[in-house]
């Protein structure tokens, strides 16, 4: 069993910044894929990014360059910064995890409550 707990949400403006955290407790973590997610209103949920304990996260294509998946292995939390936020980018965004990795949402059997981001045009 994993847990999973999501915080750093808000409202901000176009182009501002967000970063999202997520404490993960469980054993063998390091054996986990650990990302994100999110899902706008009316829409199904989105792969936004995930990473390996160990090895370089991948990121859907639209937040390229834009967001960033780091891993604080010694408090066992994963950060999601988001820059240069877009309204496009206004969702819930939850943390997943997984033994293996897919771009699949029900490949990802541990979900945390989730955090609304919401931007601002």
């Known amino acids: 069993q994993v847990q999973l707990v999501e915080s750093g949400g808000g409202m901000v403006q176009t182009g501002g910044s967000l970063r999202l955290s997520c404490v993960a407790s469980?054993?063998?973590?390091?054996?986990?894929?650990i990302g994100w997610f999110r899902q706008a209103p009316g829409k199904e949920r989105e792969f936004v990014g995930v990473s390996a304990w160990s090895g370089g996260p991948i990121y859907l294509d639209s937040v390229i360059g834009r967001f960033t998946i780091s891993r604080d292995n010694a408090k066992d939390t994963v950060y999601l910064q988001m820059n240069s936020l877009k309204p496009d980018d206004t969702a819930r965004y939850y943390c997943v995890a997984s033994l293996s990795y897919s771009r699949r949402s029900d490949n990802y059997p541990y979900w945390g409550q989730g955090t609304q981001v919401t931007v601002s045009p």
């Open positions: 469980g054993r063998n973590l390091n054996e986990y894929f």
